[in-house]
């Protein structure tokens, strides 16, 4: 088990990327005060969790019983991610600052940190392939072990960016915006180039 878990913990802190994420839970909540980023975190890895290991135990089952493809949910999962990246890209934050005085912590944790950047079509994926070949109960071991990694990095964003500096920041946003563009895209046109094929 010991060696199953370390693949399977590798491959998910891969999909994942948590140092990558952090990037983009700093943006997305640094207007936010303390005590409500840290309810983004936690929501976040919540959500991300509850998912990862709903489909490491019943995924195909689950989108079999909804009737939905994986080529949908790609797509699906790609178009979530469209508008954050655009206001990224155009404003260096993913929304403006009315809206993020008015969000919840659940919002800003479920789309986009939770679904699909955390858990993402990968990193269902990798689940439901994972739980095939190490079983169910390592597969959810290995996503907690990621996601407490991911937690962690997230509780100490603000200390990590603190003496970045606003122009840095605003540079820092738009690149994470054109990356994500380009990640969404992909899942998009990776989605819809499987719907065709078969």
Known sequence: MGEDLARAFVSFFAIVD???????????TRTLDH????QVAFFTIGAALALLALFSVGGKEVLDFLGISTESFQVAA??????????????????????????EPFELALVPLAIPLLAGPGALAAAISFSDDFGSGTTVLAVAL???????????????????????LRVMARIVGILLFAIAIDFV??????????
């Open 189 to 198: 046109l990776e989605g819809a180039r499987t719907f065709f094929d078969t």
């Open 35 to 38: 005590t409500k980023r840290l």
């Open 78 to 103: 790609g178009l979530l991610l469209l508008p954050p990246a655009f206001r990224l890209v155009t404003s260096g934050q993913s929304i403006d600052e009315t809206e993020q005085e008015r969000a």
């Open 18 to 28: 948590p140092i990558g994420n952090v990037v983009v839970f700093h943006l997305l």
């Open 146 to 168: 990621v996601l407490a990694v991911t937690l962690m990095a997230f509780a100490v964003a603000e200390q990590l960016f603190r003496r970045l500096g606003a122009p840095l």
